[in-house]
């Protein structure tokens, strides 16, 4: 006889007699509820004194959480037991095949198998695609203080900034230079005095240096994972002096 688990308990006995269950004694009934096969031998002479009793798990269907963003590290969607689909106080997890780091689509991934063998997955819903989607970052571009001795030509700046993010995971603690292609010929400066903005210095007098904004996309490129934004923090200050 086969029957789908149900969570209560099935009641297995012969018409008279007792009955045996494998490395059990001799009693009246047994009851089974998990999901298995269970052998019953009775102890009077019927024609077939063996008989087989077997609970098939039940099965559920899994949904899905297939968009999924960039963090540095391997990831696989979620899957969870459609609400409802277990019984009574049962728990179950997915254990999900199938991982990728980096920003793309059409990624594979399948269950593999539940913790609870009273449950079986519905095989339309066993796998799945997903994506990754590219993740915010801000770049911080802060300007350092700098001086300078008037000889009547515009002043050069060296190392008058610098660039820092919080990346991720597999890019966390490299240098952004690892990163990212980044175009330094479009990070220039600027500098403002009482109010007026110039792309150059030359006369003496106390200037604070700014970074002049720059499209984000032509100075930091090859990574598609992160979605780049740029925080000026212009901080520096340029003095040029006598």
């Known amino acids: 006889m086969t029957v789908t688990y149900t969570g209560e308990p099935f009641t297995i006995s012969a018409s008279e007699g007792n009955i045996f269950k494998f490395s059990n004694p001799a009693q009246p009934s047994y009851q089974v509820t998990d999901a298995g096969v269970y052998a019953f031998v009775s102890t009077r002479s019927y024609k077939n004194t063996a008989f087989t009793f077997i609970v098939l798990p039940k099965q559920i269907d899994l949904e899905w959480e297939t968009n999924l963003v960039y963090n540095g590290v391997s990831q696989s969607p979620v ?28 990624y594979y991934a ?12 519905n095989p339309l819903t066993k796998s799945t695609t997903y994506k990754i989607t590219p993740a915010n970052i801000t770049v911080n571009a802060s300007t ?8 009547g030509k515009e002043v050069q700046l060296n190392d008058w900034y610098s660039l820092s993010a919080n990346l991720l995971g597999q890019d966390n603690g490299k240098p952004l230079t690892n990163v990212f292609n980044i175009d330094y010929s479009k990070i220039v400066p600027q500098f403002t005095k009482d ?3 110039t792309d150059s210095v030359i006369n003496v007098g106390e200037y604070a240096i700014g970074i002049k904004p720059f499209d984000v996309s032509k100075v930091f490129s090859g990574n598609s994972n992160y979605n780049v934004t740029v925080n000026y923090v212009n901080g520096g200050t340029l003095t040029v002096s006598e």
Do not use: H, P, W
């Open 110 to 121: 399948e269950a593999r198998s539940l913790n609870n063998g009273n449950y079986k997955i």
């Open 144 to 151: 350092k203080s700098s001086n300078s001795a008037y000889n």
């Open 79 to 106: 899957a969870q037991i459609k609400a409802g689909q277990l019984i009574g106080e049962d728990s179950c997890n997915v254990n999900v095949f199938g991982s990728e780091i980096n920003v793309g689509t059409g």
């Open 195 to 197: 109010g007026v903005t």
